[in-house]
């Protein structure tokens, strides 16, 4: 019992802090479940993912309230990234993923680097409102689609929602600010999140107790409801991307220690 509540305030705390930047916490849920239960990597995974998606759409659910999500984009990324994600989740399912993470490693450190040199040079002028008209929505789909649908593929490979990667993306792919792009990735990746929960249950791997699992989900869920909220009425921008580097820095570590 006691487990279960130590691992439910844990991962309400994760889920607190993730919310704010886009990112379902399936780096830290991980090494959570991990460590309290002797439960199979599997099923390890599937609980991931299943409080990832959690996460994501409270974070998602607050953003799009404050006007912060561009649904169309969203949808038109999110679709691919939900079919990627299932074919990298069935490519790398019981088998040695430690290559793929280290080159995933690689690029989190690259994009932490870039955001730090955007923090000390941040870009002047307001910021643009507003829905985009459908030839510019057209347009930034195109530039994102490729690099979004790779990100759906390889966050089901190595077993994390993706964020960290499609917040960049958005940023500088599609043109939106910082608020947009964590709504916006929030949005689309709960998509990828369900389709990879739905691959590993598929293959029997939720076989675990229904009470510790509703505890931690409502939790999880309450946490990110939580974060979201004040995030959005306290953090600016500059303050919520300066907390995405140091997620950043803190998945390269964690995918390569894995």
């Known amino acids: 019992m006691w487990t279960d509540v130590a691992v439910a305030a844990l991962c309400a705390v994760v889920a607190f802090l993730f919310a704010n930047v886009g990112l379902g916490g399936g780096l830290l849920y991980l090494p959570i479940l991990g460590a309290a239960y002797a439960w199979s990597p599997p099923t390890l995974v599937a609980l991931t993912h299943l409080f990832s998606v959690a996460t994501l759409a409270a974070s998602a659910w607050g953003h799009w309230r404050s006007g912060l999500v561009r649904g169309r984009l969203a949808i038109a990324i999110g679709v691919p990234m939900m079919l990627a994600a299932t074919l990298g989740a069935r490519a790398t399912l019981g088998n040695d993923a ?35 008209r459908p030839t510019a929505l057209g347009r930034r789909a195109l530039r994102v689609l490729v690099p979004a649908t790779a990100v759906g593929f390889l966050s089901g490979a190595v077993g994390i929602g993706g964020g960290v990667l499609l917040v960049p993306i958005l940023l500088w792919g599609a043109g939106l600010g910082t608020r ?25 791997a939720m076989a675990v107790p229904a009470g510790t699992v509703v505890a931690v989900l409502v939790a999880t869920l309450a946490g990110a409801m939580l974060g979201t909220r004040l995030g959005l009425e306290r953090l600016r921008g500059r303050h919520v991307r300066a907390g995405f580097v140091a997620v950043l820095v803190i998945a390269a570590v964690s995918t390569v220690w894995r």
Request: hydrophobic letters at 50%.
């Open 98 to 132: 430690r290559t793929v993470r280290y080159a995933f490693a690689v690029v989190l450190c690259l994009i932490a680097g870039k955001m730090v040199l955007g923090l000390r040079r941040p870009k002047v002028g307001a910021p643009r409102t507003g829905s985009p």
């Open 180 to 204: 947009e792009a964590v709504g916006t990735a929030a949005f689309a990746l709960v998509w990828s999140s369900c389709s990879a929960l739905a691959t590993y249950a598929a293959g029997g």
